[in-house]
RNA sequence: GAGGGUGUAGCUCAUUCGGUUAGAGCGUCAGAUUGUGGCUCUGAAGGUAGUGGGUUCGAUCCCCAUCAUCCUCCCCA
């Protein structure tokens, strides 16, 4: 019996050897994860951010609370399960509300008045899989904690873009727009019904599910008659309260400083619900309408989730998406590890020999691999050859004779006679 | 949740209007070269044609089911 993957899930496995012609998806290659996941890492710290690992796991209700009852992805998309002591857990669907969890039950108000976190793994959607969408999704995100000026809304937007350039990924779309508060929010959604309600016979079956389920969602339809419809409805920004104006006005002109090129998108509405004022997103287009990444502000969460009142912004980004990206693309493949030296032994008395030299080598800090196989020297040195290898060493009954070792630099083909004594520093320099 | 496409070797694909023994390229392994790679040549291994059922004298091909996978919509990173 052969067991498949869940649906909707991958597996992440090593780079197929340097030099062959196929090679598998970036998704699929943990060296193309790593490399994502570490550029992530340094933008971050450039940008005074650190790192926060929370459970895979919440409290069922966290979510509800957090994200909204009423959003998709908590009614009917999320991996929830009941233990045997009866707590009734969900496997985190989302990034946020777990790290504003982890800020309220750790108090980390109290070290700091702002606190800075970034964090990486892996996000759970019962959901029909398709490229890009996957049931086990890796996020990387960042949250910012502890303040409410505009100018924390455009820096984080500006990591995101400094993220994705530092990634090769130059062609994008950033789309801005405010959602106010709740209550300007409220009144939007009563001017966007009043004004589509009249039109409803003529809109698509799924607008008139909109219409009373999700009203804002009807201005993100993709239905040709229904953008025609629409193309008049009321927009967000005028219903917002001044402060949230001028929020907005001031992120918008901080991105214009900071050279960001921008749109600002009034149908831009986000899945999850406690977002108030910014919401942004960034988009490629290779990936069509699917986002890049996206965030914004939250500034009542940490309150409803039992902190004390503390303004809040954060982002997120699909790593699979990322590398969709890159590949889509044509960006170079990120390499995978490279060996220092593969060692070649010839004959019973050389494997044994290699046993103790390549340990001193990798005592040494040197990345070391040694043939295993007992094949020919050609198919020895095919496979240091294949692991990116920069030498090649050859240890055979000569060799031990003498205490050296025959190194080859396998770019240049040129080779020389090391003793044992220096072969760390020969390979190291 | 709704609709559609595709399943043949590790990978990319041929083939057969239903007919004996299902092929190629790439990759792998071996040899030419008993200790010197990327090129070349020779050879080998590798398949219950996703699985189960049906129609038929005969099914990889036609039909049904099932599973897998991909795409679109819903939703969303």
Redesign the pocket.
């Known amino acids: 019996m052969q067991y498949?993957?869940p649906?909707g899930t991958?597996d992440i496995v090593p780079p197929v050897p340097c030099?062959?012609?196929?090679a598998r998806s970036f998704v699929n290659d943990s060296a193309c994860w790593l490399h994502v996941e570490g550029v992530f890492r340094s933008v971050c710290k450039a940008y005074g951010f650190a790192e926060i690992r929370t459970p895979i796991f919440e409290q069922t209700d966290l979510f509800h609370r957090a994200v909204g009852d009423g959003?998709?992805?908590v009614a009917k998309?999320t991996y929830d399960l009941v233990t045997r002591g009866g707590d009734r857990l969900t496997l985190r669907p989302?990034g946020t509300a777990g790290a504003i969890r982890a800020y309220v039950s750790e108090r980390l108000w109290i070290e700091r008045p702002i606190a800075k976190l970034l964090y990486i793994g892996p996000n759970f959607?019962y959901?029909?899989?398709?490229?890009?969408?996957?049931?086990q999704?890796h996020?990387a995100g960042v949250e910012v904690l502890g303040a409410s000026m505009p100018s924390i809304d455009a820096e984080i937007i500006d990591l995101a873009v400094a993220f994705y350039k530092a990634l090769g990924i130059v062609d994008l779309t950033v789309k801005v727009n405010s959602v106010g508060t709740k209550e300007s929010r409220v009144a939007y959604v009563d001017a966007l019904k009043a004004y589509a309600e009249p039109l409803l016979s003529e809109m698509s079956d799924?607008n008139k599910r909109?219409f009373e389920q999700?009203p804002l969602?009807m201005l993100?339809?993709?239905?040709k008659r229904d953008i025609a419809l629409l193309e008049n409805a009321p927009n967000l920004v005028d219903f917002l309260d001044d402060e949230s104006a001028h929020h907005f006005e001031k992120v918008c002109s901080h991105l214009t400083a900071l050279g960001i090129p921008f749109e600002v998108d009034h149908r831009l509405v986000?899945?999850?619900d406690y977002y108030t004022r910014t919401a942004f997103?960034i988009q490629c287009k290779v990936l069509?309408?699917?986002?890049?990444?996206?965030g914004g502000r939250y500034n009542q969460l940490v309150e409803q989730l039992g902190g004390p009142a503390t303004a809040g912004i954060g982002f997120?980004?699909?790593i699979?998406?990322v590398l969709i990206t890159m590949e889509e693309l044509g960006l170079p493949r990120p390499g995978g590890n490279q060996l220092d030296a593969f060692i070649c032994p010839?004959g019973d008395a050389a494997r044994d020999t290699s046993v103790t030299i390549a340990s001193q080598l990798r005592q040494a800090g040197l990345s070391i691999d040694v043939d295993y196989?007992g094949?020919?020297?050609?198919?020895m040195?095919?496979?240091?050859?294949?692991g990116g290898a920069k030498y090649?060493i050859?240890i055979?009954?000569?060799?031990i004779a003498s205490q050296t070792a025959?190194v080859?630099?396998?770019?240049?083909?040129t080779?020389h006679t090391v003793a044992l004594s220096e072969l760390a520093t020969f390979v190291g320099k």
């Open positions: 498949g993957r649906d991958f030099g062959r012609k196929e959003t998709d992805i998309e989302e959607r959901e029909r899989a398709q490229r890009g969408r996957y049931r999704h996020q799924d909109r999700n969602r993100d339809s993709k239905d986000r899945g999850f997103e069509g309408d699917k986002a890049l990444g996206g997120g980004l699909g699979e998406r010839m196989l094949r020919r020297l050609k198919a040195l095919e496979m240091a050859d294949a090649a050859v055979g009954d000569d060799e025959s080859r630099e396998l770019a240049t083909q080779q």
